[in-house]
């Protein structure tokens, strides 16, 4: 018979599988097929491992890659909100808490906190780690719209003011890599794959 732990680590793990459904607006880079959570959680923590040197302070890379791997886990529960919803509000919200304690707490109670802890200091964004694994969380979807000629920007229309304010967060983790991501925006601007809002 397996240990207690070993029981509520499996069936976490299991749990965890759901994750694979959850659907992001967001499409495979030059791809029709959209990204699901899973997907963007493995890619965030490769890309944190490659651009870690370009990090604005010195982190802890596997508490990053430990952030960018279960940050969206809560979504088992509570959904993906599309980051440009001008209906919903993208921010920490009681049913993503609510999903936090529930999945976290099928762990043993010791690591059920730690990640509880580490979830937490993503969505906070105030600790180095944090604001370099949010930068990966933003500049991922960049990557892909400018691959899929403006791929969810142009399908909702969201205009640049919209799209450059939620990007601008990648300054925070990465003033090298927030100049790249700018690059990319004035680009898009430029070939017509985003717009900016006429001036009032």
């Known amino acids: 018979m397996p240990s207690e732990n070993l029981s509520k680590q499996i069936a976490f793990i299991k749990e965890i599988d759901k994750l694979k459904y959850i659907q992001r607006k967001t499409r495979l880079l030059n791809s029709e ?10 890619h965030l923590a490769v890309m944190a491992i490659i651009l870690a040197e370009h990090a604005n ?5 596997l508490k990053v890659v430990k952030m960018v791997l ?4 809560v979504e088992i529960d509570a ?4 980051i440009y919803d001008s209906q919903k509000n993208h921010s920490n919200s009681e049913a993503e808490r609510i999903a936090a304690e529930r999945i976290f707490g099928l762990l043993p109670e010791e690591q ?6 580490i979830w937490e200091e993503f969505e906070a964004g105030k600790t180095e780690e944090a604001k370099f694994a949010r930068s990966m969380d933003r500049l991922e979807p960049l990557l ?16 640049y003011e919209k799209v450059y304010e939620k990007k601008k967060v990648i300054k925070e983790g990465s003033d090298r890599l927030w100049n ?21």
């Open 144 to 159: 892909q719209n400018t691959s899929n000629n403006g791929g969810t920007w142009k399908e909702f229309d969201v205009p």
């Open 180 to 200: 790249f991501a700018e690059q990319l925006l004035d680009e898009s601007v430029e070939k017509g794959i985003l717009k900016k809002d006429a001036p009032q």
């Open 112 to 117: 059920a906190a730690e990640l509880i802890d």
């Open 70 to 73: 279960i940050h969206d886990l």
């Open 79 to 82: 959904g993906d909100t599309f």
């Open 33 to 42: 097929r959209q990204e699901n959570d899973a997907e963007h959680s493995w």
């Open 57 to 61: 302070h010195a982190i802890d890379i």
